[in-house]
């Protein structure tokens, strides 16, 4: 990794950049811009998570870097968040976009821009970034859209599969707690008081919004711009990472768009690539301003030439909980969806995967409440927190597996492999996990990709359709996009499981999956080998000078699962601590905590409850704030039951105290009436 | 539990018995008899024990020896020397000095005006040990034996081994035998020496951990207390009790093929305590059981009881896997004899997965993560916590399975399960486990039986030689006795493991095993139906006389968890028990007493096993407080265990000894 403090521009900071939107709104923005006569593009990164104090350190890495090399950066708090004034009530909202569409102009129309704009950004910043390009603002000319997605419902942290991810309410309480951080006195004055007053007064858990649409409704298809990609005419560079949650979204992107299109998708988590663990990371900001160069300056930087899907093909490795680099090599597809890559068709006999279907005696599978716990966190933040998927063997014990023969070859994937099931539920809500395994020689499972489907939602995400109980049913499993190579001598193994703890809210009730052997098939997509794959090269890691900050406290984590023999109650308990930083350019210091606990009994799956604490503190200027959130989800009967409090401290003192509490049917009443209780649930 | 008030006789107690030795040693005893056997004698029942009858046994003997008296029997505690409110030391389990005292207690028992010259012994555990033991030595006087949760093979079936493997229990044990050893006698019985007597207590001999650690093969010392060394040494009737939830229930089967004297044998559904109380339930009226077997040995009265069959078991229905039973379903069944003719061996040939079907081809390779058998629960449960095996689902991934079809009609089993297995390892030490279980229709695993191996045992256990790697071994794996109805509609599984923690000690390196399946098979030991089972007479309802006058003062608790680190991968087996503090009302004795266990391993590291026991008690009388505080960690490396064992001791709030120790010994294979 090189650290760049020269660079062809000197780079010129502007902090506070404001915008006045045209309601009057005042959005505060830092501005890297090159020192030069030459009109430059500019490139908008928007997001709500504080850009003098949340994401600086990845700012400072990056931005000033390409400034230097002759692109504007301007790193924008969306309203409500930050130094911006007016109040945040939800992600992506129209607002929101329409904001991005006047501030793309207002760049545009800056004398020292060209009037080439680009948007680019991660998660938050890549959604937004996606959904601005549908509205098409004129000058806005091209995009870079990391570790996002293009389908709400199908592929965010509120659901999978029509199943409700855990992470949900974690990041809800991630939001309730950082909305209740005041501007900085520093940069916005004596008016930081009043407009943090605004903020608190409207700080709810937004999960109870998105509890209450469990479907894929018309609230999720606002801002999934897979509902209409032609809308999309500016050029996009989707990013991504296999160890992270959102990587499915870029295949989807390449092969639904219609403006010009590329893809990187490699062995990172949920970072931007020249940063972060595990690696091996690349030369990002150089790859980003050939991108740049040639949407924004019209210089001819190669780039639309070359591939159009760059993947990282994943070696087969151990399984850890974390990973500082992978192992593995670049693949190219100068097309997506490409017709190199074929399918191979593998039968679920009895107990076995085999390339011809053979019947046999009927198959079942009851999973406990609580399999899944090693199956590592959605999201998978990397670094240094242990959140992947370790050896998969306990939940095989725990699912229904089928085992291919040795490989007589090494297998490579490239996409996602997809799941026909023939199968019957014992009950009218029921979830099937698929998990696709890499088995050693020595019995070690590791996951490869996985997949999950709520059954009520077989026939389409639109509406949920209870169970037929006990009545062959046919579904289709989506198991996520891999790049993998299994080698020769590892068996594949399939596992289907019925619970997914602590990634996926349980059903309501313990369910057995029965199925026939020979009537269920997998399809792999397999990709040849090619001998083109050894000319792709990235650039090395280059980034900016980092921020000066000091380590007040140091971070650390723990990552717990505690089984309390007796009642056989699992309490998984994940806790990081980021300790305190002082950034010391900016006489600004920072503090946060969370601690995230599932606990459910094994065989009760109604006993499930998720409490999320998020804790934030903030010391600028005369603000000297905390804020600490706490959001809890079980079951009441078959309801879903959301509560959460708020209490924001400054200086130690207890200022403001909010709470909800909201109550939604997630699964209907009736539809559990059909079937008989089970013997031996709870103890 | 009924429990009984009215006697044929009326009960007295004499607690300040001190039994001379001839070497000048006392030993304390308390005995329960009746008021009038000065005029009317009565045989004696003697259990002998060092678990403190002043305070540590009390409870139970008051349900049990008042109900002998009551009878018209001696019921007889006696603290071994070096024990509870008995003078000397006590440097090991089951040495030849506690025999020697246990034949003179017998004698001086026989002489005392109120005994009518017989004396039978019962015991649960080291009781039930010592029971045999002493009979091999055939005292006069002595009678008949109860012998209950106990063995014939110190080597085979104790705490201290299994299938050549060393048993984490061990340490545990060794850690409760020193907190046990390193405690006062009552000051209240013995007079002003109690101090001294305690100091002396305290030495090295206490953490007999160290000494055990240099016997690791079936040597001399393992030979020594064992009787199946020879059966006809035991020349007096025995009665062999336990329970298939206990570790110990081998030695009943082996007993009754090997003794030659008149013999029963009774398997509950029991963990390691007195069926009268014992979980899983159901419980059986012991003491009246018991009562036709006095009768009958002890007073010559006809009661019947040699003319039922040999053997009664209790044979296991299916279950979903529990850590806890209250009770456990099933009937009582019976052979005339043991072995029983009736039963043979079932084959069943492993395939790829399969049992039972047609032999597979080739090799199955299995290297499991070293937290295999975290489902396993202890290898002596006691029941009335959450010890015994759980879901072995969870295991299933890091063994090998092979699972029979689905079962057409009711297999019943009774006996010992045996692996004949083909087999190479690549690591010059390896163990194999093999876990028989019963697959449920939705998927739960609930354990039947489980056995280990050494496999540098295989030509023996007291000649261990080093794994050749990949040469192929024919060895045998007898797995437990058990009693159980495989039901209709179930599955038989059989799951190979090379890691069985926290049950076992793991081998110093992770080894991968392959397994020759068309030379390797599981035999099942499978009973035809018995129609005359229907008949046997039912045991009496359960009685006991009543419970102990005490106060509590402190409530305890008990709390089990298995914690995982998913930072380092290490998993935690913890106990932290609070026993409570007590006062009993009869002599005005406070006694507390808690203790910290946790038995830790990295499942990709067998060096990373550590086991480590926490113990502290307390007594106090007016202004007397006493505080023992022990600790007990053991670790392997390559090469060699390392035990470490700490001890302090509180007179009120002055430190009266602090010590600590550490060993290193050689593994010797294991």
């Not at chain 1, 607002?95 to 991660?122: K, L, R, T």
């Not at chain 1, 209490?647 to 539809?671: I, M, N």
């Not at chain 2, 067998?606 to 505080?629: C, F, H, M, Q």
Request: proline share 7%; net charge negative.
């Amino acid at each position: 990794m090189t650290v760049r403090a020269t660079f062809p521009f000197e780079v010129e900071t502007i902090d506070p950049y404001w915008i006045v939107l045209s309601d009057g709104t005042r959005i505060a923005t830092t501005v890297w811009r090159p020192v030069t006569d030459e009109p430059v593009p500019v490139v908008c990164e928007m997001i709500p998570y504080r850009r003098r104090d949340g994401t600086v350190l990845r700012d400072l890495d990056m931005h000033p870097w390409t400034a230097g090399h002759g692109i504007a950066v301007a790193r924008i708090d969306i309203r409500g968040s930050g130094d911006s004034d007016g109040v945040l009530l939800d992600e992506y909202l129209p607002q929101e976009q329409q904001d991005a569409v006047e501030i793309i102009a207002h760049f545009a129309a800056a004398p020292w821009s060209n009037g080439n704009i680009g948007m680019a950004g991660i998660s938050w910043g890549g959604f937004n970034a996606l959904q601005v390009a549908a509205l098409r603002p004129p000058a806005l000319k091209a995009i870079i859209t990391l570790c996002s997605t293009d389908d709400r419902y199908a592929d965010d942290i509120h659901y999978m599969g029509g199943a409700l991810l855990t992470e949900d309410v974690i990041w809800s309480n991630f939001m309730l707690a950082l909305n209740a951080l005041p501007p900085d006195p520093q940069i916005v004055g004596g008016r930081w008081r009043e407009m943090w007053r605004q903020r608190l007064a409207v700080d709810r858990s937004w999960s109870e919004n998105w509890l209450e649409h469990p479907e894929r409704d018309a609230y999720w298809r606002q801002g999934s711009v897979g509902e209409d990609f032609a809308a999309i005419e500016a050029a996009v560079l989707a990013v991504g990472g296999w160890d992270d949650s959102y990587s499915n979204a870029i295949p989807r992107l390449l092969a639904g768009l219609s403006a010009p299109s590329k893809g990187i998708i490699g062995p990172w988590t949920h970072t931007y690539p020249c940063r972060g663990s595990p690696g091996p990371n690349i030369g990002y900001l150089q790859e980003a301003l050939r991108w740049w160069r040639h949407w924004l300056l019209g210089q001819d930087t190669g780039i639309m030439s070359e591939p159009k899907l760059r993947a990282w093909i994943g070696d087969s490795e151990r399984p850890a909980p974390f990973y500082d680099t992978h192992k593995g090599s670049w693949v190219a597809e100068e097309e997506w969806p490409s017709p190199r890559i074929g399918t191979h068709l593998r039968f679920l006999n009895s107990r076995v995967l085999a390339a011809a279907p053979e019947t046999g005696a009927t198959m079942s599978v009851c999973s406990p409440a609580t399999a899944g716990t090693d199956c590592g966190r959605w999201g998978g933040y990397g670094g240094t927190s242990p959140d992947m998927p370790i050896d998969q063997r306990r939940e095989d014990g725990l699912a229904l597996t089928f085992d291919s023969e040795p490989l007589a070859d090494d297998l490579i994937l490239l996409g996602a492999p997809v799941l026909a099931i023939e199968a019957s539920v014992d009950r009218p809500s029921a979830t099937v996990v698929a998990r696709l395994c890499d088995v050693f020689p020595d019995g070690t499972s590791v996951l490869v990709t996985s997949g999950v489907l709520d059954l009520r939602y077989r026939q389409g995400r639109e509406a949920a359709h209870a169970c037929p109980v006990d009545v062959p049913i046919h579904f289709e499993i989506r198991l996520n996009d891999v790049g993998r190579r299994i080698p020769r001598g590892h068996r594949l193994r399939l596992a289907l499981a019925t619970a997914h703890w602590h990634m996926l809210w349980p059903d309501p009730e313990l369910v057995t999956l029965s199925l026939a052997p020979g009537r269920s098939r997998l399809s792999l997509p397999i990709r040849p080998p090619h001998s083109g794959d050894s000319h792709i090269r990235f650039e090395p890691v280059e980034t900016a000078p980092p921020a000066p900050v000091s380590v007040l406290v140091p971070a650390t984590e723990r990552r717990i699962v505690e089984d309390d023999v007796g009642t056989g109650l699992r309490k998984i308990v994940l806790t990081t601590d980021y300790g305190t930083v002082r950034f010391d350019d900016r006489a600004i210091e920072t503090s946060a905590f969370a601690r995230d606990s599932f606990t459910m009994l094994h065989h009760a799956p109604l006993s499930a409850c998720i409490e999320s604490e998020y804790g934030l503190a903030l010391v600028s200027g005369e603000a000297d704030i905390a804020s600490r959130a706490v959001s809890i989800l079980r079951y009441e009967g078959n309801t879903l039951l959301l509560q959460w409090r708020l209490e924001v401290r400054e200086a130690g003192v207890l200022l403001h105290q909010a709470a909800g509490r909201r109550q939604v049917v997630r699964h209907r009443y009736e539809e559990h009436q059909t079937g008989s209780p089970k013997p031996d649930e709870g103890r | 539990m009924t429990i009984r008030k009215d006697y044929p006789r009326q009960i007295t107690v004499m607690r300040d018995v001190f039994i001379p030795l001839k070497d000048g040693t006392r030993l304390a005893a308390q005995i329960w008899l009746p008021v009038d056997a000065d005029k009317d004698p009565v045989p004696a029942i003697l259990e002998y024990l060092p678990y403190r009858k002043r305070d540590g046994t009390s409870e139970r003997d008051a349900v049990t020896h008042p109900y002998y008296a009551g009878f018209g029997y001696a019921g007889v505690r006696v603290d071994i020397r070096g024990t509870g409110d008995s003078e000397g030391i006590l440097y090991d389990e089951y040495s030849k000095q506690e025999q020697d005292d246990g034949l003179e207690v017998i004698a001086w028992l026989a002489k005392q005006k109120w005994c009518s010259g017989a004396v039978g012994m019962i015991g649960i555990s080291w009781g039930g040990f010592n029971g045999l033991q002493i009979a091999a030595r055939r005292p006069k006087a002595l009678k008949a034996v109860v012998t209950l949760c106990s063995t014939d093979d110190r080597y085979a079936d104790d705490i201290h081994a299994m299938g050549g493997t060393l048993l984490v229990d061990k340490v545990s044990w060794g850690a409760t035998m020193f907190s046990i050893l390193t405690t006062p006698p009552d000051p209240a019985l013995v007079g002003d020496k109690w101090r001294q007597m305690w100091l002396d207590r305290m030495g090295d001999h206490a953490l007999w951990l160290l000494d055990w650690h240099e016997h690791l093969r079936r040597d001399s010392f393992f030979e020594h207390g064992s009787v199946c060394e020879n059966y006809r040494a035991i020349k007096c009737p025995v009665y062999a009790v336990g329970g298939w939830a206990d570790g110990y229930s081998n030695a009943v089967f082996r007993l009754l093929k090997g003794l030659k004297v008149p013999r029963k044998g009774l398997v509950g559904p029991w963990a390691h305590k007195y069926p009268h109380f014992a979980k899983p339930g159901p419980q059986i009226g012991f003491l009246q059981e018991t009562l036709r077997w006095w009768d009958k040995w002890l007073k010559g009265i006809e009661t019947g009881i040699m003319d039922e069959p040999m053997l009664r078991v209790w044979m296991q229905d299916p279950v979903p896997p529990r850590r806890y039973y209250e009770t456990r379903p099933g009937r009582w069944v019976a052979e005339d004899v043991w072995p029983s003719k009736r039963i043979k061996p079932k084959r069943m040939a492993f395939g790829h997965g399969t049992l039972g079907g047609k032999a597979g081809k080739g090799v199955l390779s299995i290297s499991s993560p070293e937290t295999v058998g975290q489902t396993a629960g202890r290898f002596c449960p006691y029941g009335l916590e959450p010890d015994l095996p759980d879901d072995q689902r969870i295991e299933a991934g890091g063994s090998l399975v092979f699972d029979s079809p689905v079962l057409e009609e009711d297999a019943e089993m009774l006996g010992a399960a045996i692996v004949q297995l083909e087999v190479s390892a690549d690591k010059p030490n390896a163990k194999v486990v093999a876990v028989l279980s019963e697959v449920l229709p939705d998927g739960a695993v609930t354990r039947v039986s489980y056995g280990v191996l050494n496999l540098t045992h295989r030509n023996g256990h007291a000649a261990p030689e080093a794994i050749r790697p990949g040469e192929v071994m024919r060895v045998t794996v007898r797995l437990n006795e058990t009693a159980h109805r495989f039901a209709k509609g179930n599955r038989i599984r059989m799951a190979l493991s090379t890691a069985y923690w926290p049950i076992i000690w793991p081998s110093p390196e992770t080894a991968t095993l392959s397994v020759h399946l068309d030379r390797s098979r599981l035999e099942i030991p499978a009973r035809p139906s018995r129609p005359e089972d229907k008949e046997l007479a039912p045991f009496l309802p359960r009685e006991s006389s009543p419970p102990l006058r005490q106060t509590v003062l402190r409530d305890g608790y008990s709390h089990w968890s298995i914690e995982q680190d998913f930072a380092t991968g290490v998993m935690d087996h913890k106990r932290d028990t609070d026993d409570g503090e007590r006062r009993i009302e009869e002599i005005d004795w406070t006694v507390g007493s808690r203790s910290r266990r946790s038995n830790a391993i990295n499942p990709h590291d067998p060096l990373s096993a550590r086991s480590s026991y926490w113990n502290e008690k307390t007594y106090k009388r007016g202004d007397l407080s006493l505080r023992i505080v022990t600790g007990v960690d053991m670790c392997a490396e390559l090469e060699h265990f390392v035990i470490e064992g700490r001890l302090e001791a509180y007179e009120g709030e002055r430190e009266v000894i602090r010590r600590e120790w550490k060993k290193k010994v050689p593994r010797d294979y294991v």
